[in-house]
């Protein structure tokens, strides 16, 4: 299967991605409050784009029920993936709201503009392959972290951990997303299947990114000098 495929291409950066300091930061429940309000600022930022992103595939959509998939996947966006946002909030004794009106980071604004390129190609093949690694690598480092023995209740990420690992015997959105994948695969050329797969491994660099610029905090070199430019059209 094309999802077999993509799993195993992507499993150096998959491993690399558990070993983030980052990712043992929550693993041993210890991750700097800077690190964790960068990281929401910016997927709170990227989320929304997100959004967008699903609206343009269901237009593209002719099955209902892959349309209803992305419906549900928004709304799982804007009612439920909040949760995870409120724990490192709260860990790091900071508000929510306060977080929200960040300017996307370089590596933010690259994954947004990856994911919006895999749009443009209008191949509902290209997109799901571009935004599987988000729900993907997430799923599958809390599966990590929980059979590693990190998932305990004295962990002040527990709940965060327990947010994304996969439920016993229930299906993943993950897995239905692969299962769309290879749908669509079954009927691709050699180059389509490449391109997606390099859309796939593109995004999955780019969630190594995304917890390598939360942990360091690396935004914009010259961000005061964008920040003053605004001041001239107000």
């Not at 043992?24 to 967008?52: M, R």
């Not at 992103?53 to 799982?76: E, P, T, V």
């Not at 290209?126 to 998932?151: K, M, R």
């Not at 491994?201 to 905090?217: P, T």
Request: aromatic share 16%; charged share 20%.
């Amino acid at each position: 299967m094309f999802s077999d495929q993509l799993k195993q291409q992507a499993q150096p950066i998959l491993n690399g991605i558990f070993e983030h300091p980052f990712i043992k930061g929550i693993a041993n429940g210890h991750v700097p409050a800077e690190a964790l309000t960068f990281y929401v600022q910016q997927d709170f930022q990227y989320l929304s784009e997100f959004i967008k992103i699903y609206g343009n595939a269901i237009a593209k959509c002719k099955d209902r029920n892959l349309m209803g998939f992305f419906n549900d996947q928004i709304s799982f966006i804007l009612n439920s993936e909040i949760h995870p946002h409120h724990i490192f909030c709260n860990i790091a004794g900071v508000s929510y709201e306060s977080q929200q009106h960040a300017t996307p980071a370089p590596k933010a604004y690259l994954y947004e503009s990856h994911m919006h390129r895999a749009g443009e190609t209008g191949s509902l093949l290209n997109i799901l392959a571009a935004f599987q690694p988000c729900p993907w690598t997430y799923s599958e480092i809390a599966d990590h972290l929980v059979q590693a023995g990190y998932a305990t209740k004295d962990n002040p990420f527990y709940e965060w951990i327990m947010f994304y690992a996969s439920k016993e015997n229930d299906k993943t959105m993950s897995d239905t997303v692969f299962e769309f994948v290879d749908q669509f695969a079954e009927n691709a050329s050699k180059e389509e299947l490449e391109e997606a797969s390099q859309y796939f491994l593109k995004s999955c660099e780019l969630e190594w990114q995304f917890w390598e610029q939360a942990f360091y905090q690396q935004d914009w070199q010259f961000k005061s000098t964008l920040e003053a430019a605004k001041e001239d059209y107000k």
